[in-house]
């Protein structure tokens, strides 16, 4: 039986629900110190005097650094960002750039007195006015000289074909910042040994990132850098850069010659570490009388920090999602603000831009009289409208009939307040999603134990996704193992180089580098059967080898061995298989790879208070090969509700005059609990997609994230008549 498209529970659920899975903060070393960072108050200027005499001096201090005592960094070259992150890097010099800059770091016997003796710090500073992002800024916005990809497209002429267009809308989204929120915080744990090796234990997304960058940085030779992380208590794109806290902790560490022991606080996590940049979208459809889209036209402008060019690329998702018979034009342009470098945020990029194109798709079925699901089919497209490239595979017209049907779609009545149940109003709204297919390369090792055990190996992650569970079914299949003898190692860049857990892309290239690292094992073991000492299968040939239940048999005889019979008849402890997989090729292939989905999400408005309440959703993928359903399922549930908090509860607030985000805490940012959420369903209507990936997956996490704000801001259109293009969706703006 194989072990690939079993609901397989997680390996390590037992783990982490017993407090037995460590996090970055839980790990403990002999002589540990602790540190704590103190922050900028103000969010432009610079400080005029920092006084460290009495926190010098306070119990248990170490040391106290500034950037009067911190040796200098090398300065990070913008082309080595990947994804886009922050370069400035802290305690250089007496400028402040952001509220929430680090000011210094407190070395301490524990965390308190380190905290304590922060608060002891006299820091003076001249302030300026801070610049901070309103949407009316976007007037304002210009093209950052650095981009990772091109800031403008153009296809045909969509200006004109919406000029020309019997049908037109024209409508501006606004989408707030947000914050990541991860349950655990950003924290590091840096040691260096007597040879001088660094060892960076950090709750990070990119073990092979962060060892270049603190490299890069700290002028230390990689192979002299190791970085941990086993276990993320929440990613979310925040942990897929290196913050400020992560070099500091390393050379705090080297300042005391002790391990340095660096848990951020609560609040630095809305200060300290990114957060998702705010967007204003503008939208121009032009279509035929029947829906039938002739132009599209999306610009988007984002805020980022005044010394990093950070694009957030939501106009993105109008380059592939539906064909327009004139022409389709993006662009993106940024506006410089004291605020710290935003990053990637769940889904980055899609889920903001799905958010404006999706809603003004609604606003078009209204204005054609088409029915939303009608209108998404007629648009539908098999060639990338922007490569030109035809998609590998697109089940588009799967997603969003099989999930029309699932939810109910046709007893839906379109006009708008025309479905009731008592005094609540009911709305059903829709909406369809593209998602890029992300490629990197990935090394992975497989070994292969005389006891007919295996151990994967990778610096790959589990950013809480299923990847030790994912990579033991995919070992064990290649293997003729069952999953419970594979072992996952993961998260340590002793272990062969893997990619950062981002672009929801581990299961297709990171997994499948573990794939062919296991059957590189296998192919070893098949070599001994038929060519090894006493060799049971000699003079076979390989391809009648069958491997199944830790045993080798040969096919039409009844010749079998066993991994373990065959190692030691070999004087072998173990076999070990190297993965090498790397489709940077395939990146410009033939074929446009995307994975995508249709969100149906039905809601009860209180017309009285405004209050949404969100009765169901169901949502229909394309990501390809599904490997463990259970596992994916839950992925949807959690980009569902993840996208629920997009929809009517996120937003990071800005002081105005101060320039700080004022969010501090859970309590002052609201994301959706239990009660927030119903009934969820989830279905999977994609095929294996052997362009995206030798195991036919394509990226699942993120995608589910997409086109839930949309599906829901359009069912309060159905059921109020009124269409909110602010997110979040509030009382206010429903009444
Ligand atoms: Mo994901 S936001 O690409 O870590």
New binding site residues.
């Given amino acids: 039986m194989n072990a690939i498209g079993q609901p397989m529970s997680r390996v390590d659920g037992r783990r982490k629900v017993t407090g037995g899975a460590r996090y970055t903060a839980d790990i403990s070393l002999p002589r540990a110190a602790h540190a704590a960072i103190v922050h900028s108050r103000i969010a432009n200027g610079r400080t005029v005097s920092i006084d460290t005499t009495a926190a010098a001096r306070a119990p248990g201090v170490l040391a106290v650094l500034t950037h009067h005592n911190l040796p200098h960094m090398k300065p990070v070259p913008w082309s080595h960002l990947h994804?886009q992150g922050q370069t400035y890097l802290p305690l250089q010099d007496d400028k402040i750039h952001y509220a929430g800059q680090p000011i210094a770091i407190v070395v301490a016997e524990t965390l308190d007195q380190a905290a304590y003796a922060g608060t002891l710090i006299k820091i003076e500073y001249e302030v300026d006015r801070p610049v901070v992002f309103k949407p009316q800024m976007a007037r304002e916005a210009v093209e950052p000289a650095q981009r990772m990809w091109p800031l403008r497209s153009s296809v045909g002429d969509a200006e004109k074909a919406i000029a020309d267009a019997a049908v037109r809308i024209e409508r501006t989204y606004t989408m707030p910042d947000r914050h990541h929120n991860q349950m655990e915080p950003h924290a590091t744990l840096a040691l260096w040994d007597d040879d001088g090796t660094l060892t960076l234990y950090d709750s990070t997304?990119m073990v092979v990132g962060t060892r270049r960058l603190a490299s890069l940085v700290l002028g230390v030779p990689e192979e002299k850098i190791n970085v941990v992380c086993e276990f993320l208590g929440g990613?979310?794109?925040g942990k897929?850069w290196s913050w400020p806290h992560t070099l500091l902790a390393a050379l705090a560490a080297k300042a005391v010659n002790r391990p340095v022991r660096l848990p951020l606080t609560r609040a630095q996590m809305y200060s300290m570490v990114g957060h998702q940049a705010a967007t204003v979208q503008t939208i121009a459809l032009g279509s035929d009388r029947d829906g039938k889209l002739t132009g599209i036209r999306h610009d988007s402008v984002s805020p980022t920090s005044v010394f990093d060019d950070y694009v957030e690329y939501a106009a993105l998702a109008s380059r592939h999602l539906w064909r327009a018979s004139g022409g389709i034009s993006t662009s993106h342009r940024v506006v410089y603000v004291n605020r710290n470098t935003p990053v990637?945020?769940?889904?980055?990029m899609e889920a903001q831009g799905h958010f404006a194109l999706e809603s003004a798709m609604d606003e078009l079925a209204y204005a054609t009289g088409v029915d939303p699901v009608e209108l998404r089919l007629r648009n539908d497209t098999d060639t990338d409208p922007y490569s030109g490239r035809p998609f590998s595979t697109r089940a588009m017209r799967k997603c969003i009939t099989e999930g029309a049907a699932r939810f109910g779609w046709d007893r839906r009545t379109p006009k708008p307040r025309s479905m009731r149940d008592g005094r609540y109003l009911i709305g059903q709204g829709m909406a369809a999603a593209i998602f890029t297919h992300w490629r990197w390369p990935a090394k992975a090792r497989v070994t292969l134990n005389g006891g007919g055990s295996a151990l994967v190996e990778a610096a790959a992650h589990d950013i809480g996704t299923g990847t030790y569970t994912v990579m033991a079914q995919v070992a064990a299949d290649a293997l003729g193992l069952t999953p419970d003898k594979v072992a996952v190692r993961l998260g340590d860049t002793r272990l062969p180089e893997s990619h950062p857990?981002?672009?929801?892309s581990t299961v297709s290239n990171a997994t499948a580098a573990v794939m062919l690292a296991a059957q590189a094992a296998r192919k070893k073991a098949v070599l001994l059967a038929l060519n090894g000492r006493d060799a049971p299968f000699a003079g076979a040939a390989a391809d009648d080898v069958i491997v199944a239940d830790g045993r080798l048999s040969l096919a039409r005889t009844n010749l079998s061995t066993s991994y373990a019979e065959l190692l030691a008849r070999n004087g072998l402890s173990n076999l070990v298989g190297d993965g090498d997989y790397d489709p940077v090729e395939e990146v410009n292939g033939p074929k446009a790879v995307f994975s995508f989905s249709a969100v149906f999400a039905e809601v009860r408005v209180d017309p009285d208070l405004g209050l949404v309440r969100l009765s169901r959703v169901v949502g229909a993928y394309d990501a390809g090969r599904i490997i463990n359903p259970k596992t994916a399922r839950s992925q949807a549930i959690g980009g569902i509700i993840w996208g629920v908090g997009q929809a009517l509860l996120e937003q990071s607030e800005t002081d105005p005059m101060l320039g700080r985000f004022v969010n501090r805490n859970y309590s002052g940012y609201l994301v959706p609990t239990n009660a927030d959420i119903p009934e969820l369903d989830a279905l999977f209507v994609g095929e294996f997609d052997e362009e995206a990936s030798p195991l036919g997956s394509k990226g699942l996490g993120?995608l589910t994230a997409v086109s839930v704000a949309p599906a829901i801001a359009n069912a309060v259109y159905h059921a109020t008549g009124k269409r909110v293009r602010d997110l979040p969706i509030t009382v206010e703006k429903v009444l």
């Fill in positions: 994804p997304q990613g979310f794109g897929s990637v945020l769940r889904a980055p857990a981002i672009g929801s993120e």
